[in-house]
């Protein structure tokens, strides 16, 4: 005996949709062969645990090709029409079979269905439109972004390559004059390093605001404080060594992002961009405390930046004191950014291998 699973139907202008009512439906045949749609299954139905089938011939022409989805209750099934059209019925038959019912879930007019492909072909309209202004706005934040990389670049490798070449001509002279020779480019690139606080504050790139923070706002205090208002710290080495693993280190970030804006990769500059700062972001660290530790004792001499108490006190708070627990939030700063930059170095290497694989 032949058992048929209830089977719910509903159209549209272009797609005949089919829902049949078998639950953990398995050894699915769905086909249609001359405008014949035949269905075969085993599951759970009205009848138990079996295998049903029914055949539908259909009131119009129907493209050969069938789509069907199984759910744990039900088979979905999806069928183009060979003409776009409005059907009175959906088989030849002017009785419908007993098994057959509309779905009232997705059934609609023709009327209401004429509304619904008008109020998607506006939706297509508003999607395209919003998408030629975000490719012209994509474009011109790549290009902002391409040259803001670029600039920063160029900066840092005049900085890196300058520093490497008067460290090989003049030896261990070359550490004391690093301030006076390289400060005016430095002080460039890091004062135009606050366009990536923005950029991540606004939404122009994809990234944390705080690690960007910690960053930029640590090389500018030390950069415009340690070193640029204290006239004794402009000949000391560690300026030396702060300067060159800044512009290290940025000689490989950039040119990597520079190639992001379009969507390239270079293989090897992705691996120097995520795993080269594991040694130089502690070395620089250190360099940075080290800093700080040494101009300790000039702000207690002069008093720069120091605060003022009531006559009736008759002392100031030095700002020494702020530099002398700096170093632990230096560190924790370091913490949190090697946190960060390791999240993102497993992330980019774990989502290369899957891919490979």
């Not at 549209?12 to 249609?32: F, G, K, M, P, S």
């Not at 474009?139 to 900066?155: D, E, I």
């Not at 205090?221 to 208002?229: E, Q, V, W």
Request: proline share 4%; net charge positive.
């Amino acid at each position: 005996m032949t058992l048929t699973p209830l089977v719910y139907w509903a159209q549209r202008h272009e797609e005949i949709y089919l829902r049949v009512e078998l639950t953990d439906a398995q050894n699915i045949d769905v086909h249609v062969h001359e405008n014949v749609l035949h269905f075969r299954a085993q599951g759970h139905g009205a009848k138990g645990l079996n295998e049903y089938n029914f055949s539908l011939e259909f009131f119009s022409p129907v493209k050969p090709g069938v789509r069907h989805k199984s759910t744990q209750r039900q088979v979905n099934i999806t069928v183009q029409k060979e003409q776009r059209g409005w059907w009175e019925r959906l088989t030849t038959q002017v009785r419908k079979p007993v098994f057959l019912a509309p779905d009232f879930d997705r059934w609609l007019d023709e009327s209401d269905a004429e509304m619904e492909i008008r109020e998607k072909e506006e939706k297509r309209n508003r999607l395209k439109a919003s998408r030629h202004k975000e490719e012209g706005f994509v474009s011109l934040k790549t290009g902002f972004l391409f040259v803001y990389n670029l600039v920063q670049f160029l900066g840092f490798s005049w900085i890196f390559f300058n520093m490497t070449v008067r460290l090989f001509m003049f030896g261990q002279d070359s550490l004391y004059d690093t301030y006076h020779t390289m400060s005016d480019v430095m002080f460039f690139c890091q004062t135009l390093a606050v366009v990536e606080v923005l950029s991540a504050a606004f939404g122009i790139v994809q990234t944390s605001v705080l690690p960007t923070v910690l960053q930029v706002g640590g090389r500018f205090f030390i950069l415009f404080i340690i070193f640029g208002c204290l006239e004794e710290m402009h000949h000391r080495p560690v300026v030396f060594f702060v300067f060159y693993l800044w512009s290290f280190i940025e000689i490989f970030r950039y040119p990597f992002y520079m190639l992001a804006c379009f969507n390239t990769e270079w293989k090897t500059l992705t691996w120097l961009r995520y795993t080269i700062w594991m040694p130089l972001y502690p070395l620089g660290a250190l360099a940075e405390v080290v800093a700080v530790i040494q101009s300790i004792p000039i702000f207690d001499e002069t008093q720069l930046f120091s605060i003022p108490l009531p006559k009736a006190i008759g002392t100031s708070i030095s700002f020494s004191y702020i530099l002398r627990v700096l170093p632990v939030f230096m560190f924790l700063g370091l913490y949190s950014n090697w946190r960060h930059l390791y999240k993102q170095r497993t992330k980019r290497f774990r989502t290369k291998k899957r891919k490979a694989n």
